[in-house]
Each structure stands twice: as C-alpha cells, then as structure tokens.
C-alpha cells in the first residue's frame, strides 16, 4: 500500500512538473458577439513563430484605412478594417512578459489556422494558432502609449517575375530575425516611444518579407503625440513623417514616392483622399468616428467579389471614371455632407437587418461581420474605441484594465 501510495505521489508530482514545465494555456472568453479575449501571455514562442512565418504565406491582405492627427489637443488614430467578410473570429490578445512592456492586440484574422466560431467553442485556439496569435495583431498597444497598426501593400512583380518590393534583410548583423507582419508586437513588447522603435529597427532586428506577396507598413504613435509611418519595400524600410499640418495617413498604397513609382496597382487612392478631406472638419473624437465610417463604407457597399476585384476603393485608378457600377458617384454621395441624414438613415437599416441575420446567415450573404470595425485609439491614455459596423451606436471600450461595452459614444 505504501508503496502504491509513493509511486500515485510521485505520479502527482511528476504531472504538476510537466504542467509546470509545459505552462498553461492562455484564458480565452468571449466578449459579446464581436471578440473572444485571449491572454494574458506571460511567455511567447519566438522561434516557433518565425520559423512558422519562414515556411508558410498564410497571410492576408487588409483593404483598410488609418490616419493620425491631433484632435481636441490630442493625437488620435483612426483606423478601419475595411473588408465586408471574414468567417474568423476576432481577438483582443494581452501579453504580459516579464522583461517587457505588457501589451494587448487586436487581431482580426483570416488564416487558415485560425479557427472559426464553432471550432473555437469545441476545441480552442488549437496548438499553432495559440502560439502565433500574439504576433498576427493589426494593432498592438503598450502599456507604455506606444501604438502600431498594420495596413497591407501589394506583392508585384516585373515581367521577368522578379519580386518588387520584396525585404529578405533590413540588418543581416542583427540578432533577431523578424518576419515583416509580425513586427507590430516586437517593437511593442521592446519600445517605450517612437523614439525607441526608429532605434530598436536600425539595430536590434533583421526584418523580412516573404517573396511575391504581401508587404505592409505601420503607422506608429506614441503617447507622447508623435507618429511617423513605417513602410518596407525595395529590400529595406522608409520612414515618412506628418506633414505640417501634423497629419500622417495610409491606405494600400505607397506613401514613399521612390515605391510609389514603381508600383501597379495603387489600392486605396479614393479612400486616402477621403482622409485627408475629411480630416479638415474634424473638431472632436466623434467627428473622426463619423469620418472613419464614411470612408469605410464608400467600399463597404459594394458586393464582397466586386469590393475584392475593384481592391475595396470606389475612386481606384484600377477602376477610373469609366466604370459601369457608377462607383464614383456613388462614392460621392456618401461623402457629401448634405447627404449624412440619408445616409444615417440607410446605415441604421441595414444594423438591424445584418443584426437580425444569424451568423451563417451573415457569412452566406458575405457580410460576415467579424472583419469590420472602425477603432479609435488614443494612445495617452491607453484606450481603443472599436464601433461595429452594424451598430454605431455602441463601442467597445479596451484597455489594460479591460474591456467595457459603452451604449453609445461619447
């Protein structure tokens, strides 16, 4: 008996050392019907994530929107997600690592790891997916008031098929090897300001692409009210800093003028005028909502395939003024605005239709509504807004303390 009772003991013990050694896994809960939250990581597995990026182009390419202005004597960034469909789930993601900035993410995602509502709720994140979620956010925030976002720029090639605007290395003398798309989270974990970030990119990190697809770029701010975009093509990175208005946008695509001229497909032209027209009038937070879904919704009418094909911008050169859609004057019309109480109007229809549908019913009719948000940060005091598309008059609220559901914006 004693020695049954040893060997269950030391059973017990050996378990408690192997849960110890392996740590648990993150929580996950849901918020409402738009997030899941996951987190606090208080580890990360880099090397596993960086050779996952190394084998794999299980990326995505984001039609979205972002600009950074100071506002009522504050910088704030606005930034969209402009796509119309996703049958992912989105994820407020907190990583709390001893040594670094705490930070938390937002990731809405399209990766064929990632797993859907029904898969979440039976099985989890799954192995993979946990370990590499940390490093897909499209926005990460520190607990320092250092923000980054991430819009995507086209993959091009030449007619010899060689790749454009391709990074295989920014520092080849650098410790750390860091795939383009999960570079939002290092400079968090590792950056006080904007300051910091310029420094830990020039000397702490080797920064790649993979070949013939996606790059992306970021718009940086701190909470110190400065911000600066941050945009990788031609084998290394540019910096573009606000103009002297104080005002710093992106869209799809190249802001550096040496890119720029070597580049196609210039997604997103339409949408960046619309940013920076509208940034103009803007007085107040709520006037930076209002603009943001404005800009938003001049793609966001469009059917998914027609919003895919035309690259999620009515006012595209890849469509121009001859197309038989009437996008630009229906573009236009939701700008202008002597037409915002119609267009109020339209929107609050179609909340409480797409409200009312269920979630297959959503996906079925390709607006599936995961992938659409507008968000709000301001970066002095540690908060991003997110408004749902379909309802506008309410927000998530984020912050390090949590997140809180806020009845209409304020």
């Given at each position: 008996?004693?020695?049954?009772?040893?060997?269950?003991?030391?059973?017990?013990l050996?378990?408690?050392?192997?849960?110890?050694?392996?740590?648990?896994?993150?929580?996950?809960s849901?918020?409402?019907?738009a997030?899941?939250?996951?987190?606090?990581?208080?580890s990360?597995?880099e090397?596993?994530v960086?050779?996952?990026?190394?084998q794999?182009?299980?990326?995505?390419?984001g039609?979205?929107?972002?600009?950074?202005?100071?506002?009522?004597?504050?910088?704030?960034?606005?930034r969209?997600?402009?796509?119309?469909?996703?049958n992912?789930?989105?994820y407020?993601?907190?990583?709390?690592?001893?040594?670094?900035?705490?930070?938390l993410?937002?990731a809405?995602?399209?990766?064929?790891?990632?797993?859907?509502?029904?898969?979440?709720?039976?099985?989890?994140?799954?192995?993979?997916?946990?370990?590499?979620?940390?490093?897909?956010?499209?926005?990460v925030?520190?607990?320092?008031?250092?923000?980054i976002e991430?819009?995507?720029?086209?993959?091009?090639?030449?007619?010899?098929?060689?790749?454009?605007?391709?990074?295989?290395?920014?520092?080849?003398?650098a410790?750390?090897r860091?795939?383009?798309?999960?570079?939002?989270?290092?400079?968090?974990?590792?950056?006080r300001?904007l300051?910091e970030?310029?420094?830990?990119?020039?000397?702490?990190?080797?920064?790649y692409?993979?070949?013939?697809?996606w790059?992306?770029?970021?718009?940086?701010?701190?909470?110190?009210g400065?911000?600066?975009?941050?945009e990788?093509?031609n084998?290394?990175y540019y910096?573009?800093?606000?103009?002297?208005d104080?005002?710093i946008?992106q869209?799809?695509?190249?802001?550096?003028?040496?890119?720029?001229?070597?580049?196609?497909i210039?997604?997103?032209?339409?949408?960046?005028?619309?940013?920076?027209?509208?940034?103009?009038?803007?007085t107040t937070?709520a006037?930076?909502?209002a603009?943001?879904?404005?800009?938003?919704?001049?793609?966001?009418?469009?059917?998914y395939?027609?919003?895919?094909?035309?690259?999620?911008?009515?006012?595209?050169?890849?469509?121009?003024?001859?197309n038989?859609?009437?996008l630009?004057?229906?573009?236009e019309?939701?700008?202008d605005?002597e037409?915002?109480?119609?267009?109020?109007y339209?929107?609050?229809?179609?909340?409480?239709?797409?409200?009312s549908?269920?979630?297959?019913?959503k996906q079925?009719?390709?607006?599936?509504w995961?992938?659409?948000?507008t968000?709000?940060?301001?970066?002095a005091?540690?908060?991003?807004?997110?408004?749902l598309?379909?309802?506008?008059?309410?927000?998530?609220?984020?912050?390090?303390e949590?997140?809180?559901?806020?009845?209409?914006?304020q």
């Open positions: 008996m004693k020695k049954l009772l040893c060997a269950l003991t030391l059973l017990v050996a378990c408690a050392l192997v849960t110890s050694c392996l740590g648990e896994s993150p929580a996950l849901q918020i409402g019907e997030f899941w939250e996951v987190g606090p990581y208080t990360l597995e090397d596993f960086d050779e996952y990026f190394a794999t182009n299980d990326n995505w390419g039609g979205c929107s972002a600009i950074s202005a100071v506002i009522e004597g504050r910088r704030l960034v606005g969209n997600m402009d796509l119309n469909i996703s992912k789930c989105a407020v993601v907190r990583t709390q690592v001893p040594g670094k900035y705490e930070t993410g937002l809405y995602t399209f990766r064929s790891v990632s797993p859907d509502e029904e898969e979440l709720k039976v099985s989890g994140l799954g192995e993979t997916f946990e370990k590499i979620l940390p490093f897909m956010c499209d926005d925030l520190n607990s320092e008031g250092l923000h991430i819009n995507m720029r086209h993959g091009e090639q030449d007619q010899e098929g060689n790749d454009l605007f391709g990074v295989e290395h920014t520092n080849p003398d410790a750390q860091v795939y383009v798309f999960t570079l939002g989270q290092y400079i968090a974990l590792n950056c300001n300051t970030a310029r420094e830990y990119l020039a000397r702490e990190v080797d920064v692409s993979q070949k013939n697809y790059n992306y770029a970021y718009i940086l701010t701190d909470g110190e400065n911000s600066a975009l941050l990788f093509g084998g290394t910096w573009t800093e606000p103009g002297e104080g005002i946008a869209t799809n695509f190249y802001i550096n003028e040496e890119c720029r001229a070597r580049e196609a210039l997604t997103g032209l339409g949408r960046y005028d619309a940013l920076l027209e509208g940034i103009q009038t803007v937070k006037d930076l909502f603009l943001m879904k404005k800009v938003q919704f001049s793609s966001y009418y469009l059917p395939q027609e919003c895919k094909e035309n690259h999620f911008d009515p006012r595209s050169e890849v469509i121009g003024e001859e038989d859609l009437g630009d004057l229906t573009y019309f939701v700008m605005p037409n915002e109480e119609l267009i109020s339209a929107l609050t229809a179609q909340a409480e239709y797409l409200l549908l269920t979630r297959q019913e079925d009719a390709n607006y599936y995961e992938s659409t948000f968000e709000i940060v301001d970066p005091e540690r908060v991003i807004e997110v408004r598309f379909e309802d506008d008059t309410r927000l998530y609220r984020i912050t390090f949590g997140v809180e559901e806020i009845a209409e914006i």
